[in-house]
């Protein structure tokens, strides 16, 4: 199967699976763990995970995975098919833990270092955002269909930017001017990416580290809803970095 119209419908089945069960975990006081990096850890990280590559091998068997809590325990591979999935079973591990509701399920396909589909899903709000051709879309989890969605032109006067909940205020400043972006909201996961691809916000420019799997999916829902995610040199970004352990430089996400 090629990455056509079907590939994002599934996923997003996969992601609303894995959310329905993540989200009785969530607030249930589950012990967290560190990983190798001291990043945390939790049970619902690791059932999600099994879910998704279950699921994935079952639909796509011979599509290969690059999944966030095996690279964590495993590594990742030094060479990788043109074609192959990114999985972050629960990103924004940190807000999950407390108990805050901006942590997302994601999966994202990649083809010759582009993504071409993906699904997100936020299992707090039951919000999932998927890809289905050129097509972004966004629907309750439980829905048959969705409807789509579009990035927005940039609100002079009143651009919204999403930041990290963690970032100084002199760093803030500092992107406020470069950026020339109005209002700033923080916020976890790769949800802003979904935010911007629904035109509820405008840029989230991430000037620190992150992880192919973290946006992999979020940047194929922007694409097809009209928007960009490129270097701040304003270059393609590229997926399938495995000399580099699938670690990612800059960027910045932006509506139309």
């Known amino acids: 199967m090629s990455g056509g119209a079907q590939i994002g419908d599934i996923l997003a089945e996969i992601v609303e699976e894995a959310s329905r069960l993540i989200l009785p975990l969530w607030r249930s006081g589950l012990t967290v ?33 690059i999944s966030e809590e095996d690279a964590s325990e495993f590594g990742t591979p030094d060479s990788i098919a043109e074609r192959f999935f990114l999985v972050d079973p629960l990103d924004g591990t940190k807000a999950f833990v407390r108990g805050d509701p901006h942590f997302t399920v994601n999966i994202g396909l990649i083809e010759r270092g582009r993504p071409v589909a993906g699904a997100v899903a936020a299992p707090p709000s039951g919000e999932v955002w998927f890809t289905r ?5 966004k629907r309750q989890i439980g829905e048959s269909n969705g409807a789509p969605v579009r990035a927005r032109p940039w609100p002079k006067g009143e651009a919204i930017a999403l930041i990290s909940h963690t ?24 949800i802003k990416l979904c935010r911007i ?39 393609a970004f590229a997926y399938g970095k495995a000399t ?12 139309r």
């Open 33 to 65: 763990h560190a990983k190798a990096d001291e990043s945390p850890v939790t049970e619902a990280d690791r059932r999600g995970e099994a879910l998704i590559l279950k699921r994935l091998a079952e639909r796509f068997p011979d599509t290969p995975v």
């Open 197 to 235: 691809a629904e035109g509820a916000a405008d840029i989230y420019p991430r000037h620190g580290p992150t992880m192919e799997w973290d946006i992999a999916a979020g940047h194929a829902v922007l694409e097809a809803a009209g928007g960009s995610l490129l270097t701040p040199e304003g270059e």
């Open 244 to 255: 580099e352990g699938f670690k990612n430089g800059w960027f910045v996400a932006r509506g």
């Open 167 to 190: 970032m100084k205020v002199e760093t803030a400043d500092k992107l406020a001017e470069q950026y020339g972006f109005d209002i700033r909201e923080p916020m976890d996961s790769s």
């Open 133 to 137: 051709g050129g097509v972004a879309l």
